[in-house]
Nanobody, 125 residues
Framework: QVQLVESGGGLVQAGDSLILSCAASGRTFSNYAMGWFRQAPGKEREFVAAINNGYSTYYATSVKGRFTISRANAKNTMYLQMTNLKPEDTAVYYC???????????????????WGQGTQVTVSS
């Protein structure tokens, strides 16, 4: 059974930094593409960043240059380093992993099969 557990969220001020972690279990972590999404109140879940099994990455325009996605296969963990946080980054952040096609960079939420429970990030102005 695949499980994903996010951690690292919290309340910060604009301009601050946070690092989110996503601990995975239940299968060979290194084989699969992974991603981060976020959902603000009243809004749809939106893509943030993706990483494939070859460490290639892709970012949403809104976070490019401020966020960095990475993975530590030996620790079965994915990270999202967030810098220069803005109030509009406030959301519940979810990690996800796909089934098959580990070399792909997946941008749509319907391309992912397994999801974590989410971690709240709140950025005050």
């Amino acid at each position: 059974q695949v499980q994903l557990v996010e951690s690292g969220g919290g309340l910060v001020q604009a301009g601050d930094s946070l690092i989110l972690s996503c601990a995975a279990s239940g299968r060979t972590f290194s084989n699969y593409a992974m991603g981060w999404f976020r959902q603000a109140p009243g809004k749809e879940r939106e893509f943030v960043a993706a990483i494939n099994n070859g460490y290639s990455t892709y970012y949403a325009t809104s976070v490019k240059g401020r966020f960095t996605i990475s993975r530590a296969n030996a620790k079965n963990t994915m990270y999202l380093q967030m810098t220069n946080l803005k109030p509009e980054d406030t959301a519940v952040y979810y990690c996800a992993t796909a089934e098959g096609g580990g070399w792909l960079l997946r941008l749509g939420p319907n391309e992912y099969k397994y999801w974590g429970q989410g971690t709240q990030v709140t950025v005050s102005s």
